[in-house]
C-alpha cells in the first residue's frame, strides 16, 4: 500500500459487471495527491487489476486532472475480492509499484489457479513460453506469438516494447520486476527478465499488439530450484 512516503488511493467503490468511472489518488510525502509524473512505458501510470485467484487481469491507461485525480472505466467481471497495483514514477522519484485492496459485492466463488502450461491461446493466437522461474535470481523467459499456425513477424509496439509481461505470485499477489530486452524484431520472439522471489506458483500475464488490437495470454509458471532436482522428500511443505 504504501512505500518510501506514497500511498495508493482508491476513491470509488465497485459494482460486479457495470463499468465504473474508478477513481484514486496517489499521495505523496507531503500528504498531497501527487500531481507531476515521469513518463515510462509511454505512460505516466499503469494500471493492473487482478482478481485474487488470478484469473481476471487487466492493464489499464488512466487519465490524470490536474489536482491529481486518476480517472479510468472499470469492470469487474465478477464479485470478490481485487487487487489493483500502481507502476509509475513520481517527478524527481524512483519507480514505485504500490497495491490496493478493491472489492466487488456479490456470491464470491473463487477458481483454482490454472494449471502450469508453456502455451496460452487468446483468439486466433497461440503464444509458448521458453524458460523458467528461478527463485532468487532474474531469469530468462521468451514469448513466441504465432496466428493460425504461422509465426507472427509483425507486432506492433506497445507500450515502447513488442510485449509488456506482468508477473504476479499466486497467494499474495507478490508484483515481479519483469524487464524486456531490447530488440529491433518486430516478432515472433519477445523475451523478458523477470525475478522471482521465491519458490511457487507465479501468474504470467503478456500484453501483445497485433494488427491494432492489444490480446493478452496468460500462463502460470512455477519457480523451482535452479539445478532442476526436486527438493527432497524429507522436506517439509506444511508451510
Known amino acids: 500500500m504504501s512505500q518510501d512516503g506514497y500511498t495508493l488511493n482508491p476513491i470509488t467503490s465497485l459494482t460486479t459487471g457495470v463499468p465504473t468511472d474508478f477513481q484514486f489518488t496517489v499521495i ?3 500528504g498531497q495527491p501527487v500531481t507531476d509524473y515521469q513518463v515510462e512505458h509511454d505512460k505516466k501510470l499503469h494500471f493492473i487489476v487482478a482478481s485474487r485467484d488470478l484469473t481476471s487481469f487487466q492493464h489499464l491507461h488512466p487519465d490524470l486532472t490536474p489536482d491529481g485525480t486518476w480517472s479510468v472505466k472499470l ?7 481485487y487487487r489493483a497495483f500502481a507502476d509509475f514514477v513520481p517527478a524527481g522519484g524512483k519507480k514505485l509499484t504500490l497495491g490496493a485492496d478493491l ?7 473463487p477458481e483454482p489457479l490454472p494449471h502450469v502450461s508453456r502455451t496460452a491461446a ?4 497461440t503464444v509458448n513460453l521458453a524458460g523458467d522461474l528461478v527463485p532468487g535470481r532474474s531469469s530468462k523467459l521468451t514469448l513466441t506469438v504465432s496466428k493460425d499456425g ?9 507500450l515502447g516494447a513488442y510485449g509488456h ?13 519483469v524487464h524486456p530486452e ?4 518486430a516478432g515472433p520472439e519477445i523475451t523478458f527478465y523477470a525475478e522471482a522471489p521465491s519458490r511457487g506458483d507465479y501468474r504470467l500475464f503478456l500484453d501483445f499488439k497485433h494488427e491494432g488490437k492489444v ?25
Open 28 to 30: 505523496g510525502p507531503d
Open 182 to 185: 531490447e530488440s529491433e524484431q
Open 165 to 177: 509481461l506482468v508477473a504476479l505470485r499466486a497467494g499474495d499477489l507478490a508484483y515481479l520486476h
Open 150 to 158: 504461422e509465426p507472427v513477424t509483425d507486432l506492433e509496439p506497445y
Open 215 to 239: 490480446r493478452t495470454a496468460s500462463f502460470t509458471a512455477t519457480a523451482t530450484l535452479s539445478d532442476g532436482h526436486a527438493p527432497s522428500a524429507t522436506h517439509d511443505h506444511s508451510h
Open 75 to 81: 469492470t469487474l467481471p465478477k464479485a470478490g475480492a
Open 122 to 125: 487468446v483468439d486466433d493466437y
Open 103 to 109: 472489492q466487488a459485492a456479490g456470491d464470491y466463488r
